[in-house]
């Protein structure tokens, strides 16, 4: 049973930063690809990066060079560092990891960027 669980979230002031972590368990090789997703209230559901096994990273425009995916392979874990955070990041994120094209998904977790 795989089972993928965030944490990290909060609240944070413009400019600030913070890292995201999550964990997935369940399966005995390395899923393909993990990343992150945010909704934010009335909003679709958004992919914000990325990472392959091997490395390959996506992130959507906007966190560009102030988002950064890593992943830890050996433990199937995925860390999303949130620097120069904007009011327009709050969101819930969520963490998820796809095995054969199916994706699993975390609980999610709220990140507030307000003054």
């Known amino acids: 049973q795989v089972q993928v669980v965030e944490s990290g979230g909060g609240l944070v002031q413009p400019g600030g930063s913070l890292r995201l972590s999550c964990a997935a368990s369940?399966?005995?090789?390395?899923?393909?690809?993990m990343g992150w997703y945010r909704q934010a209230p009335g909003t679709e559901r958004e992919l914000v990066a990325a990472?392959?096994?091997?490395?390959?990273?996506n992130y959507v425009d906007s966190v560009k060079g102030r988002f950064t995916i890593s992943r830890d392979n050996a433990e199937n874990r995925v860390y999303l560092q949130m620097n120069s955070l904007k009011p327009e990041d709050t969101a819930v994120y969520y963490c998820?990891?796809?095995?054969?094209?199916?994706?699993?998904w975390g609980q999610g977790t709220q990140v507030t960027v307000s003054s």
């Open positions: 998820y990891a796809d095995l054969d094209s199916y994706l699993y």
């Open positions: 369940g399966s005995v090789v390395s899923f393909p690809v």
């Open positions: 990472i392959t096994s091997g490395g390959f990273t």
